[in-house]
């Protein structure tokens, strides 16, 4: 079954906790890229990917890091935490100007 | 950058059309129009996607006049389950944006 898949589901850590949120794919995509939601602001752009080791600035990249060094997978790393990243994330794949397959989305909580 | 603007919510009832109209007047040639729709806590869902006339797939249809200025996704007889949230896009690849959306809310 094509899909993105999405770890953990549900998270909360505490300020500061270095923590890494995976992304995975099956579909063979170049596209891949992380959003955030929160209520009132819609979804967010944090990174994006267009290939492998390809990666670039979304709207919202401060406090993030990604990497791609496989194409299938693209992980986010939140490297110092804070309470303002509490949010839902979103990571999607696509090919070039295809259709965006979102996963079933992160809920963080930083307290 | 290409911003577009919908209308925040509308309201339906079920076995009607409806018709979302998106404004996107500083489309670019290279632009694309996506359609996403997204229920509470899930991530977006991919309806349809034009270039230009008219596109149809078996869940709606997305018209788009010749200047590209606006579109306008049409969801034929829409049920409860279809209430949701609905997002125009407006880009290249890299450079989509979703802004606010409009919610639906389909009545029995």
């Known amino acids: 079954e094509a899909q993105v898949t999405q770890n953990p589901r549900y998270l909360i850590t505490v300020t500061g906790k270095k923590l890494t949120v995976t992304c995975s794919q099956n579909m063979n995509h170049e596209y891949m890229s992380w959003y955030r939601q929160d209520p009132g602001l819609g979804l967010r752009q944090i990174y994006y990917s267009m290939n492998v080791e390809v990666t670039d600035k979304g709207d919202v990249p401060e406090g993030y890091k990604v990497s791609r060094k496989e194409k299938r997978n693209f992980p986010l790393i939140l490297e110092s935490p804070s309470p303002n990243q509490t949010s839902l994330y979103f990571c999607?794949?696509?090919?070039?100007?295809?259709?965006?397959?979102f996963g079933p989305g992160t809920r963080l909580t930083v307290l | 950058l290409a911003k577009t603007t919908q209308p925040i919510s509308m309201d339906s009832y079920e076995g009607q059309e409806v018709n979302i109209t998106c404004s996107h007047n500083n489309i670019a040639t290279n632009d694309y129009i996506t359609w996403y729709q997204q229920f509470p806590s899930q991530g977006p869902r991919f309806i349809i996607q034009g270039y230009k006339t008219k596109v149809t797939n078996e869940v709606a249809s997305l018209f788009i006049p010749a200047d590209r200025k606006s579109s306008t996704l049409s969801l034929p007889r829409v049920s409860l389950s279809d209430t949701a949230v609905y997002y125009c896009?407006?880009?290249?690849?890299?450079?989509?944006?979703f802004g606010a959306g409009t919610r639906l809310t389909v009545k029995p």
């Open positions: 896009l407006v880009g290249d690849f890299n450079d989509m944006r």
């Open positions: 999607a794949s696509s090919y070039r100007t295809g259709e965006q397959f």
